[in-house]
Structures are given as C-alpha cells and as structure tokens.
C-alpha cells in the first residue's frame, strides 16, 4: 500500500527565507505521481507542483522546486523567498501511476512566515 | 464559475438526519473523487468513480454511499449522519494526463453534525 509521510507538523521561516517541508513515500510500484497542495486558512486546496516518477529533472514552478530524490523516496518541497502569503497548511500527496487516479495524502506541514 | 463546484459550501445537521452533499465539474473529466480531510489526518478517500457505471470504494467508505448521476455529476450521502462525520469534504476530478494540474479540487462542505 501507498503511503506519505510528513514529520514536520509546524514549521516557521521569516520572510525572504526558503524553507524545505519534508516528505517521504512508500509505494512498490514503479510508476506514480508526487503532488504538492497548498491550503489557506480559507480551506481551498491550491495545486503547486508535480514530479512523475520517470521525471529525471526536478520539478519547478515559479518559487516552488521539488527535490526529488527517488533512492531515498524523498520528494521535499523547496519554497524560495518566502513571502507573508505561504503561511498555509502543506499536503505531500502521491498518485498510483503518472496517469492520476486517486491520491493519497500526508498528514500535512503548517508553515507560518513571519515578518 | 469555478470548475468543479460543490453545494452545500457548510452545512449544520442532526445526527441521524440523512444528507446529501453535492458535486458538479464543468472540467470534462471521467474520474471524481470524494475526498474527507480531518484536522491533523490529512485528506482520506471516501469513494471514487472512473466514469457513470463505474464506482469504488475507497479508504473510509462506511456510512456513506455516492451517486454518479452523469459524467458531471458525483454526489455524496450521509444515511443517517453521526458526530464523527463532522467534517471538511471535498470533491475532486482528474483527466488521464500528465501534466500536475490534471487534478482539480471543489472548494470544500463544512459539515458539522450535532
């Protein structure tokens, strides 16, 4: 079975800082996906970024990088530049293949930006 | 409006009472989700479904049961709902792509039950 973990229940940077949230895996299978989601205080889940498990590159988006490192079954997300809006709760998901199906979760990172 | 919408966005019920919980996609996806997500737990799969004859349970699926009304349409019930039911829901769609926004979340039901 599928399973994500993230050890860090609360983290704090100061603002222009980066940060790394933690998240490992567990999966068997040799194909899947790895999803990083932001949640406000508003309660929406906003999508950051993907890394396939084929995807020799690590993923980028804007501030956002995830530090794949697939032997250890690590998948970290690195925020650049923190800014006062990244407070938010931080889910680490994972996919059973690179083709969606159903996620399964972490448990999630808060991270609180101070000024 | 929003890609994938869900109704009620809160709602306030009495144990036992039966309730219906919503989801709509204009996305054009086959696969919805019904997710629930509990302080400190994370998001857990309630049900699934990979298109209009097709449905799975998923991780937490007892005292729930879903609908899949057409391709847009994935609706969610509470037979006769219980305190710890009380909780965030949240529906999802995906496509069968590759790019990481392929998955696209509703807003989320509060659900609190009394």
């Known amino acids: 079975a599928q399973k994500i973990t993230q050890t860090q229940p609360g983290m704090f940077v100061q603002e222009k800082e980066a940060v790394t949230l933690d998240c490992t895996y567990d999966?068997?299978?040799?194909?899947?996906?790895l999803f990083w989601y932001k949640q406000p205080s508003s309660g929406e889940m906003i999508f950051l970024i993907y890394?396939?498990?084929?995807?020799?590159q690590n993923a980028t988006e804007g501030r956002y990088s995830l530090n794949f490192q697939k032997a250890r079954k690590s998948a970290n997300l690195v925020i650049s530049a923190s800014q006062l809006g990244d407070s938010a709760m931080y889910f680490c998901a994972m996919s059973m293949n690179t083709g969606f199906q159903k996620l399964v979760f972490g448990t999630g990172t808060r991270l609180l930006v101070s000024p | 409006d929003a890609d994938v919408t869900q109704t009620p966005r809160n709602r306030i019920t009495k144990t036992g009472k039966r309730i219906m919980l919503e989801c709509s996609q204009t996305?054009?996806?086959?696969?919805m989700y019904w997710y629930r997500q509990d302080p400190g737990l994370g998001l857990r799969l309630i049900y699934y479904s990979f298109d209009v004859k097709d449905i799975n349970k998923g991780e937490i699926s007892d005292g729930y049961s879903v609908s899949r009304q057409a391709q847009a349409k994935f609706s969610l019930s509470l037979e006769s709902a219980i305190p710890n039911q009380t909780a965030l829901y949240f529906c999802a769609t995906s496509d069968h792509g590759t790019s990481g926004d392929g998955y696209t979340f509703g807003s989320g039901t509060r659900l609190t039950v009394v």
């Open positions: 996305k054009g996806h086959d696969r």
């Open positions: 999966t068997s299978d040799q194909s899947y996906g």
């Open positions: 890394q396939g498990s084929y995807d020799e």
